[in-house]
């Protein structure tokens, strides 16, 4: 699919702009890729041409069709002369360009659009719509047959001048550099030329051709092909090679490829040039390179053995073979391959070698498969083990034993434990890791899984942490970790992190690590992230059953009852049943004293007497003193919630029962706890009585005296009290004496 763009001089463009600019265009065109595109719309006629061309003479100018890069995209445009613009000044031109993807080209070469249907000769109205075109077809003048005949005609000098211009082109883009300058004053004889060197080269190498059939101003161009006209001043510096084609041809020195197509071109072996098209990239030239690397042990670039290799699966003379098994040690890994899998014994085996010592030092590269003659045995063993200590990360040490696995080469399990365990560091990733050991031979991988964990055991913490990956853990939880306990509770912890193990599972696996004076600390870190997230009550039983009294060698694990408490609250039903497990269990220490603590407080309810309740009190002070603030509030304010709910005097009786802690966190939790109407009263009366009983609770007065000296809590507390003397004279002992003689009456 190919988008569109006409560019021309226009008196009201889509913006209302005078000028030369871009008028029509395909819709959806991305932003910017006109900017791509305009370097290749211009036009600038032959000087040789009046100033005001008749209509004949604009007919007759050249076209100029141009290829290239655009962006990531390639451009192919077409700029015709039109004469006046709308002004009535002569200059203006139509540059009418595609912009393509390179699969809208395959098998296409882009010259064959020349006089294509495709090409407009008027510009489209300003803001037009130009179609997307789906369907490139090529136009009618430029089939290969018809080029044949063409050359030809031209008889011997036209084929000196195809394998001119086939090795300058060639030069041209195997360099990056040089330019061809056709001049000619016929356009169809440059078009035809470019033709034929498309048509000479595979398509892979064509889509890099650049070219312009004319231009007025070839030192501003940038293509590989230029073509322009003879009266078109070139500059004494043009940097290109300038061949006039009414001029006999000064041969350069021709390459194989030259050559080679020439004649095909000659003998209209059009077949023939296909085939050599079926090379692709890989020029035909380092057949030559193959022939000195046998005979005299030529140094052979990387590129020129890449391309001899794509001819060893060919028809080859017998004679090559041993020379090339004798030059085994100066190929590389993809030539020495290839006379494996293609060449006799006599170049296979010492190729076969080279690609064995190859592989030992790439992991990239697969070594052959099958074993290799004993005489190379024992010389790539010992290169195996260099490479083994040598190995450039885990990837490399796995790729030397896969090479030694295939090849039959003999390596020591210690020694491969050894290289795997100098492998743990800063370097490596436990899902490399992990990827690598699954992918090992079979045979190998309990002993690379033992390197590993002998490495991560003396790693450093934060390096064992980092290495241990998701795919990592899993690989090596099937194991037995206990003498590695360190790598033991980081396997759990990378588990868990990756949500293939609960935390309950987690926290029981991490139990099995507890042996050696570094590993409890890592186990309660680890402990502390498992159980950032409060526990359920099913959490805290199943641990209470599983590990029992070993909780208590956690702290993390010993405050999860608590923390469950707090979640649910006193009063829960699974508060109690955790409370009950934890008592069952004889966990000691603070994890007992939260449970007692909770139990007492639930059982305050039953308790009849103030005595039995203050005991209780005094034990819930006890118990709650050391425990956490937020444990200790809630089971407090509970206690405290449900003491309310008795009567006053009993109330009054327990206070006075109680000493000082255990007195002031109770009434502070009932006198914070915002009373309502009932409970002031009760409080109050409670005040009365604790004085009538001959004892001052200080907090309690003066909370008593700032409620009732208030003028609306006064006569709702003295309507209650009415009927009880004693009280009511007790109220009276909470007023202030001025406000008193102003309730009877006074001044």
């Not at 060197?197 to 595979?202: G, M, Q």
């Not at 290495?467 to 003498?483: F, I, K, P, Y």
């Amino acid at each position: 699919m190919a988008w569109q763009f006409h560019y021309t001089s226009a008196e009201a463009g889509p913006t209302g702009r005078a000028g030369f600019q871009f008028v029509a265009e395909s819709p959806g065109v991305p932003a910017g890729l006109s900017t791509h595109v305009a370097p290749y719309l211009t036009y600038r006629p032959p000087p040789g041409l009046p100033t005001a061309p008749s209509a004949q003479q604009i007919g007759a100018m050249p076209v100029a069709m141009a290829y290239g890069p655009a962006g990531d995209r390639i451009a192919l445009t077409r700029c015709v002369y039109l004469g006046q613009d709308y002004s009535g000044r002569f200059g203006n031109f139509l540059g009418h360009a595609l912009v393509l993807d390179d699969d809208d080209l395959v098998g296409l070469r882009p010259i064959e659009l020349w006089r294509a249907p495709i090409w407009s000769d008027a510009p489209a109205a300003p803001g037009s719509a130009l179609p997307e075109l789906t369907d490139l077809a090529p136009g009618p003048t430029l089939d290969p047959e018809s080029l044949g005949l063409w050359l030809r005609a031209g008889g011997p000098g036209a084929y000196d001048r195809l394998g001119t211009l086939l090795e300058l082109t060639r030069q041209a883009l195997t360099t990056g550099h040089g330019r061809l300058l056709l001049v000619s004053s016929d356009s169809e004889e440059i078009v035809r030329w470019i033709a034929v060197i498309s048509y000479s080269l595979p398509w892979e190498v064509v889509k890099r051709l650049s070219f312009v059939t004319y231009s007025g101003d070839p030192a501003a161009t940038a293509q590989t092909i230029v073509g322009t006209t003879p009266d078109v001043w070139l500059p004494s510096d043009l940097d290109a090679t300038v061949l006039p084609l009414d001029q006999p041809v000064q041969r350069v020195g021709w390459g194989r490829f030259a050559d080679t197509v020439t004649e095909l071109w000659r003998r209209m072996n059009l077949a023939g040039i296909d085939e050599l098209g079926t090379f692709g990239q890989a020029d035909p030239e380092t057949v030559a390179a193959l022939v000195a690397l046998c005979l005299s042990g030529a140094s052979v670039s990387e590129e020129e053995q890449s391309a001899i290799t794509s001819l060893i699966g060919g028809e080859l003379p017998e004679w090559v073979w041993p020379a090339i098994g004798r030059r085994a040690d100066r190929l590389g890994y993809e030539l020495a391959a290839a006379v494996v899998a293609h060449g006799p014994p006599e170049a296979a085996d010492p190729c076969a070698a080279r690609c064995v010592r190859l592989a030992l030092r790439d992991p990239s590269l697969a070594p052959p498969v099958g074993r290799l003659p004993g005489r190379y045995l024992r010389e790539l063993s010992a290169a195996a083990g260099a490479e083994l200590d040598g190995a450039a990360g885990l990837a490399h040490l796995i790729a030397v034993l896969r090479v030694a696995d295939l090849t039959g080469l003999s390596l020591s399990a210690a020694g491969v434990e050894r290289a795997v365990a100098a492998q743990v560091g800063e370097g490596l990733t436990g899902a490399v890791a992990a990827g690598e050991v699954a992918g090992s031979p079979l045979g190998w991988r309990e002993v690379l899984l033992a390197g590993l964990v002998a490495g991560l055991e003396r790693a450093a913490p934060g390096v064992r942490t980092r290495v241990m990956s998701a795919e990592l853990c899993d690989l090596l939880a099937g194991h037995d970790l206990r003498d590695a306990p360190l790598t033991g509770v980081a396997v759990v912890r990378g588990r868990f992190a990756a949500g293939r193990i609960g935390r309950v599972d987690a926290t029981i696996r991490l139990f099995r690590y507890g042996r050696g004076n570094e590993v409890p600390d890592e186990r309660e870190t680890t402990l502390a992230e498992i159980w950032r997230r409060e526990p359920t009550d099913d959490d805290c039983l199943r641990l209470i059953d599983e590990l029992g009294a070993a909780m208590q060698t956690s702290f993390t694990l010993c405050a999860l009852p608590g923390r469950a408490f707090v979640r649910y609250g006193v009063k829960a039903t699974e508060t109690a049943r955790i409370a009950e497990r934890v008592r069952s269990a004889g966990i000691p220490g603070f994890p007992a004293d939260d449970a007692d603590a909770v139990l007492v407080a639930i059982g305050l309810a039953n308790l009849e007497s103030p005595r039995s309740v203050a005991a209780a009190v005094e034990r819930l002070t006890g118990l709650t003193g050391q425990t956490d603030a937020a444990l200790a509030s809630l089971i407090r304010r509970r206690a405290a919630k449900t003491l309310a709910g008795r009567d006053p005097r009993f109330r009054t009786t327990l206070l006075l029962q109680l000493p000082d802690p255990s007195l002031c966190w109770l009434l502070e939790t009932w006198l914070a706890a915002k009373p309502n109407r009932d409970e002031q009263a009760a409080l109050l009366e409670i005040a009365i009585r604790v004085r009538l009983a001959g004892m001052e609770i200080a907090p309690l007065d003066e909370w008593a005296r700032a409620l009732v000296n208030g003028w609306t809590r006064f006569g709702s507390m003295e309507n209650r009290f009415k009927n009880d003397p004693e009280l009511a004279a007790g109220l009276k002992e909470f007023i202030r004496p001025k406000r008193w003689h102003r309730l009877r009456g006074g001044h």
